[in-house]
């Protein structure tokens, strides 16, 4: 599963190519705009993407049908989605940008890959790799970063 809009930065070509040799797994791609993307067409071709245009209230429940979550930026701020996905327990793998590293400890709670120049079949293997180590509990290992946590730990700082 993937939740994303589409940008350049979220590095379309590398989703391509992942959907591409891995034609026996099937993606969930959340998000907008992925039409803008020249290949989209070509890459719904294979038959194993599907794309999902819902409003943001109800990605919850589709990363419940999702066992391994994919980002595949090149630069992020976040990504939020990332933390979305592992509450829902989705096992994640991520490129190693925006916050993904501080949250993902690699091979425990998810895997990283690099974010500059990938390489495509070590992503593939990585995520064959999440499929076999979905049935752990991801979600106890993103509790601290719920809203509410963070809010409270804002307002402790503020008391200071």
Same mark, same amino acid.
């Given at each position: 599963?993937?939740?994303?809009? &589409?940008?350049?930065?979220?590095?379309?070509?590398?989703?391509?190519?992942?959907?591409?040799?891995?034609?026996?797994?099937?993606?969930?791609?959340?998000?907008?705009?992925?039409?803008?993307?020249?290949? &989209?067409?070509?890459?719904?071709?294979?038959?194993?993407?599907?794309?999902?245009? +819902?409003?943001?209230?109800?990605?919850?429940?589709?990363?419940?049908?999702?066992?391994?979550?994919?980002?595949? +930026?090149?630069?992020?701020?976040?990504?939020?989605?990332?933390?979305?996905?592992?509450?829902?327990?989705?096992?994640?793998?991520?490129?190693?940008?925006? &916050?993904?590293?501080?949250?993902?400890?690699?091979?425990?709670?998810? &895997?990283?890959?690099? +974010?500059?120049?990938?390489?495509?079949?070590?992503?593939?293997?990585?995520?064959?790799?999440?499929?076999?180590?979905?049935?752990?509990?991801?979600?106890?290992?993103?509790?601290?970063?719920?809203?509410?946590?963070?809010?409270?730990?804002?307002?402790?700082?503020?008391?200071?």
């Amino acid at each position: 599963g993937l939740s994303s809009s &589409f940008y350049e930065r979220k590095n379309p070509d590398l989703l391509f190519e992942i959907t591409r040799m891995m034609p026996d797994v099937s993606f969930r791609l959340i998000g907008k705009g992925w039409e803008n993307y020249a290949r &989209f067409e070509e890459m719904l071709r294979f038959g194993n993407l599907e794309y999902i245009q +819902a409003k943001y209230h109800e990605y919850p429940r589709y990363y419940q049908d999702v066992n391994v979550f994919l980002s595949t +930026a090149k630069l992020e701020g976040g990504p939020i989605p990332l933390i979305e996905a592992m509450m829902a327990n989705c096992f994640p793998v991520a490129s190693d940008t925006g &916050f993904c590293p501080d949250i993902i400890k690699h091979g425990k709670n998810g &895997f990283l890959f690099p +974010a500059d120049n990938p390489s495509v079949s070590e992503v593939c293997n990585l995520i064959e790799r999440g499929f076999e180590l979905s049935h752990f509990n991801i979600r106890d290992t993103v509790l601290d970063y719920t809203w509410d946590k963070f809010s409270s730990s804002i307002t402790d700082l503020a008391k200071k």
